[in-house]
């Protein structure tokens, strides 16, 4: 029995060492196969490794998004819990705001029913304007005929604007005769300023003038509201007021300085023409006043017209006596459109009732 058992083991054992060799050389056909195909396998294996480079790399990004991105559905979750309250509260509130829209509801239908009646008499209305529209453009029409004639009317007087012109045009051509009549009577009255200096010698026997002529001085005063008067209608004429005006200016200047001032300047400026405006003469004899007053030489008063852009400065330069007389002499400098033109030089004496008589008048620079 035992020696059954023991060939039974040794032929098992037999069996066994010769499956080992079998499995031995099978493995070691495998492992040459295998042997074959590692560069093969090597080659997929890093190819597959290139590929899931990148989406290894975007995971890694997505992973750095998450957080942000749980954060945003942590807040979103947030605002959805908020949301639903509200839409809780709008539910509870929806049965009340039914209620509020039965009431306009039944106010719209009561309207419907309501809105021929109205419509009907709105329809009549327009009915009736439709009447009146013929008669409207017949108007329109009659109207349209009367602008024709107007428009006649204004072709006609078209033709008329060149005769006017032309009276214009002769007008500006008899200027410069005007405006050496002006130089002439300028003239004139500087000789007429000189020689009242050698009628000084007069004045006594002039204020005793002077005294009777203030007894007569209402009815000299009517007569000259009429002269007045008449004045201002003559001036109406084209281009002759102005004209008119400067001489009569020029005339009366020796006779008063605050007055006789500005018509000094403007005897010497004439030829600036409407560039010297008469508010600058206004403006140059209220500039003068206070200058008649003040009580140290080199005061000065500085005056501007933004109007016509002309200004100046009048100066008093000197404070003397003549004949016993307090006197002044003033500079007066102008700037005509910022253009520096001729100082006028101006003296004058106070006399014994206040007033101040213009003695003496010059000009001096360009």
């Known amino acids: 029995m035992l020696e059954k058992v023991k060939s039974t083991g040794l032929i ?44 290894i790399a975007e995971v890694a990004d997505v992973a750095k998004l998450i957080p942000p991105i749980v954060e945003e559905v942590a807040k979103a979750r947030e605002v959805i ?33 309501q809105l021929p009646k109205v419509i009907d008499p709105v329809l009549g209305e327009v009915s009736k304007t439709r009447e009146t529209i013929p008669g409207i453009l017949q108007e329109v029409r009659e109207m349209n005929a009367t602008i024709q004639k107007a428009l006649v009317e204004v072709r006609e007087t078209r033709n008329e604007i060149p005769a006017i012109v032309r009276n214009v045009e002769a007008i500006h051509r008899d200027m410069p005769t005007w ?20 009628m000084r010698v007069l004045i006594p026997d002039i204020l005793a003038e002077v005294k009777r002529v203030r007894e007569e001085l209402p009815g000299i005063m009517d007569r ?91 100066t008093l330069e000197k404070i003397y006596e003549e004949n016993g007389q307090e006197c002044r002499q003033v500079r007066h400098e102008l700037w005509i459109k910022g253009k520096k033109t001729r100082d ?23």
Not at 25 to 41: C, H, M, N
Not at 274 to 290: C, H
Request: proline share 4%.
């Open 12 to 55: 098992l054992l037999a069996f066994s060492i010769v499956c080992l060799a079998l499995a031995i050389v099978y493995f070691t056909y495998e492992a040459q196969s295998w042997r074959k195909d590692l560069p093969g396998i090597l080659q997929l294996t890093g190819e597959t490794a290139d590929k899931l480079a990148p989406p």
């Open 81 to 113: 819990r908020e949301l639903v309250k509200e839409v809780e509260a709008t539910r509870e509130a929806l049965p009340g705001i039914l209620k509020d829209v039965e009431p306009i509801t039944r106010q719209m239908e009561n309207t419907t029913v």
């Open 179 to 198: 405006l050496e009549t002006i130089d002439r009577a300028a003239e004139a009255i500087q000789k007429i300023s000189a020689e009242s200096g050698e």
């Open 224 to 314: 000259a509201d009429n002269i007045v008067a008449n004045a201002k209608d003559v001036g109406k004429e084209a281009g002759k007021g102005a004209v008119s005006g400067m001489v009569g200016g020029i005339v009366s200047a020796p006779f008063n300085l605050v007055r006789g001032s500005a018509d000094a300047v403007t005897s010497v400026y004439k030829s600036f023409g409407r560039d010297f405006t008469e508010k600058d003469m206004a403006i140059i004899r209220e500039s003068l006043k206070p200058l008649l007053e003040a009580e140290r030489e080199g005061h000065t008063v500085d005056w501007n017209n933004p109007e016509s852009g002309n200004e100046g400065k009048i």
């Open 344 to 366: 006028v030089i101006q003296k004058g004496c106070r006399q014994s009732d206040g007033t101040w008589i213009e003695t003496d008048r010059s000009v001096s620079g360009k």
